[in-house]
């Protein structure tokens, strides 16, 4: 079966009682048993549910993995795996990930005795010189949010393998239409389903995939113990948006290469960051593991904060909202928005400067949103 084919139809069946070709919403929290000891493979809706089984199956098969498993947010998709860990454990991870991450890394985990390096995970070098005899997790975010840097995975794996790592890759922004990152010997692959897979706006959701059974096997008891899991009419519409994830990538990045060009043409750009551009430090990397680079854009204005703010309060198409990956183009001031808790000292030396714009492209005529966003400019 192919990728598009997949995408479509893996692990999606018509449903046997009533041959509805779309999955049913089974929308209950319990289920009746056959007898003391025997159900149907269902008891409790945290522990498992068949809306949520199908989701879980069919995001698996088209990631190319095993096993997949659903939870509430991508943040408890998160928080599940590094539960794989324990006090005194240590981490190194991408230095540009998403402010909700190193958040809950820093002033959640610490407090539990996990510790953290940030570097940059595309000098694999750098990476190199921060692992310690107590380093148990590699995790890496590719492309970054919000700087576009891109992580060559096969490098990144070496070293895992070397140091007996747990080898975690957050997708988000490419999906596993443009990357499937367990092809390059992942062992945890990590969607906010908020974003791109369902692409809607219309839900909050998560996944962890995997190859590896006794990963599973944990996040499972995780997703059980803990119930932090997305429900039935969520994993139902996530279903439903997952069907036309293909063709809307395809538009997300042919849309995304247009604003890109635009963008670093502009007199009032001072750069541009988008892995389609030959411009950017890891564009050959991006090429050769990535079959497309998305609709996820950042730049910086040569105004600074001032300049940032007028662009987005004067945008008529493009939306001011703190998400991505949805239909409509949404933009984002980092540094006063979703960075707005990382420390300035600390968001400056990663490069997420004050007059830093992230742009989630959508799937509009592109000559509206660059019509829109030159109009904008000019008052910037």
Known sequence: ?????????????????????????????????????????????????????????????????????CFAS???????????????????????????????????LNKYGLSFTYVDTSRPEKVRKAITLKTKMLW???????????????????????????????????????????????????????????????LIGGIIITNRQDISKAMKFIQKTIGAVPSPFDCWLTLLGVKTLSLRMQRHDANGR?????????????????????????????????????????FELKGGISAGKHLMNNVKLCLLAESLGAVETMITHPATMTHAEVPKKERLARGLTDGLVRISVGIEDPD?????????LKKA
């Open 1 to 69: 079966m192919k990728f598009d084919t997949k995408v479509v139809r893996a692990k999606i069946k018509p449903d046997s009682d009533t041959g509805a070709i779309i999955p049913p919403i089974y929308q209950t929290a319990t289920y009746v048993l056959d007898e003391v000891g025997k159900d149907k493979g269902f008891d409790y809706t945290r522990s498992a549910n068949p809306t949520r089984q199908i989701l879980e199956e069919n995001l698996a098969a088209i990631e190319g993995g095993k096993y997949g498993i």
């Open 74 to 108: 991508g943040m408890a998709a998160i928080d599940s795996c590094l539960k794989l860990l324990k006090s005194g454990d240590h981490v190194v991870c991408s230095d540009d990930v998403y402010g909700g991450v190193s958040r809950y890394f820093n002033n959640v």
């Open 140 to 202: 890496i975010e590719t492309p970054t949010n919000p700087l576009l840097k891109v992580t060559d995975l096969k490098a990144m794996g070496k070293i895992a393998k070397k140091y007996n790592l747990y080898y975690a890759v957050d997708s988000t922004f490419a999906t596993p239409v443009f990357l499937r990152p367990l092809e390059f010997g992942v062992d945890i692959v990590v969607h906010s389903t908020t974003k791109y897979i369902s692409g809607h706006n219309q």
């Open 258 to 298: 247009i604003v890109a060009e635009f963008l670093e043409n502009h007199p009032k750009v001072a750069r541009v960051s988008y892995p389609g551009l030959s411009s950017h430090p890891q564009h050959q990397i991006a090429k050769k593991q990535m079959s497309g680079f998305g609709g996820m854009i950042s």
């Open 368 to 376: 509206d949103i660059v019509k829109d966003l030159k109009q904008a």
